[in-house]
């Protein structure tokens, strides 16, 4: 990891870049393998299901057999894992809907707002090189929440043709109702479009790596909704003497081990504390099975030392960080200050990973500095919502001049007499 010793602010927009992605030749490829699955539908699925998961599936729907033979594999420990997790995740997003409310604008003049579950949703669940069926729990508790009816979910199958068992448990337990053994941008062709077998869906939510957040925006531009771009994981840590080195190292790691693309920020005011972490960033490595993706995303990472915390603030803002540990004294405090990032961790015990599994905040949050203007998925994801009005006849009369004149003010001269019309019959 690169030490940068108090930049100048001029330099911040350089050292702050994310790993640099070749968009123009990603973003033709994944163009044609939208477009064959449009035309060509399961054909087209198959072919790069071929092609990019190495194996070839004439049926992508999971079968309830495959449901219950998948439970069977899955210890107890495991499904008293997920359905905590899942408990927990719940509780938290159960309070982010409100009830309609009613507001007497004017006297005989009632507006109200009411939250509607999208009909149908398609989940992805990244699955390339870890099964992240944590991320299920992430979508679909939110979508039953929201009373989604067609909760479908694709992830990528693996070379022997399966899904992994935790996957099928944690879509079991949270009411998904299809599961297609698909990945990547087929899978996001397939459920914008629809196939022979995948239904269409409104709206498309989940992370994955740069082909599958490419396919969502894409197909965003054909009207299809979507969550927001959640790409490669990021955790930047600010941390000052109050802080344990051996901790800071393992939420770092704990990002970096999710891809080569994955990048990690620590931000310190000394420079004792970069070259501790960096030692406790050596001897973990050595244990970590997945050091070589780890090492990968190290080398996309920097460490800054800012000895003025105004200045740390100012950067973090301007880095909008996925995830923010704040590991100072005066957390609570300095917590208040941030307002680009997805999720807030304070503290010294509090690491990522809770946030990634089980306290209850959602996972899926925008990367990429998306967090300046993008939240992370909650039930409002899934909800749209539609507003009301009941208007009496006084009602009308108290409002009727407002509103004719500014429509004769701006010429529409048939919406004022919608008014009028009615005044005077
Ligand atoms: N931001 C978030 O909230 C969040 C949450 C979880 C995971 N993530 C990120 O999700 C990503 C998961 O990536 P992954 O790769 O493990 O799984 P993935 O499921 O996103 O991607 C695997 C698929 O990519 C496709 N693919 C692979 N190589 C290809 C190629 N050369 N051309 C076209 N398509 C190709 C294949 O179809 C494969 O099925 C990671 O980057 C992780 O950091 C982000
Ligand atoms: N850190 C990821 C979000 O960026 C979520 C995740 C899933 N499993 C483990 N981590
Ligand atoms: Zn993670």
Redesign the pocket.
Known sequence: MQVIINPHQENWSSILKRPAIDNSSLQE??KA?LDDVKLNGNRAVKK??N???KVTLNHFAVTSDEIEEAEAMLSDALKSAIKQAATNIEAFHIKQLSPPEIIETMPGIQCWRKNVGIEKVGL???????P?F??IL?LAIPAQIAGCKEIILC???SKDGKLNPAILYAARITGVTKIFK??????IAAMAYGTETVPQVYKIF????????CAKQMIQQEGIAIDMP?????VCVWADETADTDFIAADLLS?AE??A??QVLLVCNKETIAKSVITAIEEQLKKLPRQNFAIKALENSKIIVLENTEDAIELINAYAP?HLIISCKDDGQLAERIINT?SVFLGNYSPESVG?YASGTN?????NGFAKAYS??SVDSFVKKITFQKLTQQGLQNIASTVVAMAEAEGLDAHANAVKVRMEK
Not at 124 to 130: L, S
Not at 182 to 187: L, M, N, S
Not at 206 to 213: C, S
Not at 230 to 234: I, L, R, V
């Open positions: 490829k994944v393998v790069y299901t092609d990019f998961d992805y669940i990244p699955g390339g090189t870890a992240l944590s991320t992430m992830s990528p199958p698909i990945g990547g941008v087929q899978a989940g992370p994955g790596n740069q082909y599958v957040t959640a790409g490669p994981s990021e990002q999710h891809g693309d994955s996925e997805g990634d996972h899926t949050l925008p990367t992370g998925v």
